[in-house]
């Protein structure tokens, strides 16, 4: 089945993207713990450590930054502070 594109995702789609990969590496980091030799695991690892990367760049352009890595200082950092916070469901 065909993935739809990142542009063409509303916000917690997006969101849920970011997050079912980032479990995915979760779960995979658990398993290569005891299996580090898991090369198809591995390859997996990297695939959704790809996409993770991948969809929370595309998050943070549309919708703002997901983590402090991805703040945007340019305009100094109250851009940052005044955005709508995730439990003001009526701003998101």
């Known amino acids: ?6 542009d063409s995702m ?10 079912a990969h980032s479990f995915a590496m ?10 580090p ?5 591995l390859a997996a690892y990297l695939a959704h ?3 993770c990367k991948r969809a929370a760049k595309h998050f943070a352009e549309r ?3 997901l983590n402090m890595q991805q703040i ?3 305009e100094g950092w109250a851009a ?3 955005t709508p916070w995730p439990w003001e469901k009526e701003a998101n």
């Open 10 to 19: 509303e916000k917690a789609d997006l969101l849920r993207t970011v997050q």
């Open 1 to 6: 089945m065909r993935q739809p594109s990142l």
């Open 80 to 82: 940052w502070s005044n």
């Open 63 to 65: 919708f703002g930054a």
């Open 26 to 35: 979760y779960d995979l980091a658990l398993y290569l713990d005891t299996h």
């Open 37 to 41: 030799a898991d090369q198809e695991a």
């Open 49 to 51: 450590k790809e996409d």
């Open 72 to 74: 945007d200082t340019k």
